[in-house]
């Protein structure tokens, strides 16, 4: 698939299509003031590191649509959804829905299983025997990997569930966008996360932040949510049900940052998704693995050390999670 990487108009930005007629009050002032913070950050950016492409991240959450839409509009951006494969179906569907209504590039990279590692990060050959059950169990998902052959994860493993179910799908669609282009150029990558403490916590400082290769821009750093609200109110972008019903996008129900009453919820909005996660809760306990959803799982009776070099190290930098380290409140 080829990455939307040829555009971006940064001149003669002066009104975007679709904004409302009937949105005209206090809050217009407040939506421009954004704009012209947005555009200014995104311009700076360009002009600092010339990115051969330019994505914005689009979970289908109601923070992510708005930098997506702003992104997309006037900068050409196509919009990226890392699927973890472990989700509310109908949240995807959503993202889907709206690229499509708004005319996106839509690009979404799947999580799906590559097997047992070859190697330890540290080069020695890898050996099944250091893993707690002494064997790999194949999976379809890299996450039914992980629970197979460590259990089901839960709080404190963040870092490990970032790393295999999103890091990895940018991480490829990073190589996708440079293919065939010099090893110092960059893309660059456009997300809603808003200055606060879980934003640090994910390992943000400013609006702007080079990670390897990728350029990560929030060009809405330093709004609220107060004005992200009063964003789609003008434009009118569509809310994810899905939020509206769990309180969370559900995009990616890894269990680290859940709780256990999220299952009830989950139930009233896509039923088979909570089957499918006591499935797996089921096939852990079968094999003598951690096998409850979103706790703490205990060490196993048989725990070799090496086991974690097979995943390398842990991101510090979790810029596609601030929306969990939020307390998955909106």
Not at 7 to 24: D, E
Not at 310 to 317: A, H, K, M, T, V
Request: glycine residues 8%.
């Amino acid at each position: 698939m080829e990455p939307a990487s040829s555009a971006t108009p940064v001149q003669n930005l002066v009104t975007m299509p679709g904004r409302q007629a009937a949105f005209w009050d206090m809050d217009e002032e407040r939506v421009e003031r954004m704009l012209e913070s947005g555009r200014r950050i995104m311009r700076s950016a360009i002009e600092q590191y010339k990115p051969v492409a330019i994505f914005a991240g689009f979970s289908g959450g109601n923070d992510s649509v708005v930098a997506t839409h702003f992104a997309c509009t006037e900068f050409g951006a196509a919009a990226v959804h890392a699927n973890t494969m472990i989700g509310v179906e109908k949240s995807r569907e959503h993202a889907r829905r709206t690229a499509n209504r708004y005319g996106w590039d839509f690009l979404e990279y799947k999580a799906e299983a590559t097997g047992p590692p070859k190697k330890h990060k540290n080069g020695m050959p890898f050996d099944a025997a250091t893993l707690p059950a002494g064997k790999w169990t194949d999976g379809i998902t890299q996450y039914e990997e992980w629970c197979f052959n460590f259990g089901m994860p839960g709080p404190g493993q963040h870092a490990r569930m970032y790393q295999r179910l999103k890091e990895r799908s940018f991480e490829r669609l990073r190589r996708d966008a440079k293919r065939g282009r010099k090893r110092t150029d960059c893309v660059m990558m456009v997300t809603g996360i808003r200055h606060d403490e879980s934003s640090i916590r994910a390992g943000y400082q400013r609006d702007t932040q080079k990670a390897g290769s990728t350029i990560w821009v929030n060009p809405f750093y330093w709004q609220t949510k107060a004005d992200f609200e009063a964003y789609r109110q003008e434009f009118g972008l569509p809310r994810n049900p899905v939020t509206d019903v769990i309180g969370i996008s559900g995009e990616c129900l890894c269990g680290t940052m859940g709780t256990r009453d999220e299952l009830d919820l989950i139930e009233k909005i896509e039923p088979e998704t909570r089957q499918y996660i006591e499935g797996l809760e089921s096939r852990c306990e079968s094999l003598g693995l951690p096998c409850q959803w979103a706790t703490k799982p205990e060490k196993p009776s048989k725990c070799n050390p090496l086991q974690m070099l097979l995943f390398g190290d842990e991101p510090s930098f979790q810029p596609a999670c601030v929306g969990c380290m939020r307390r998955r409140t909106e």
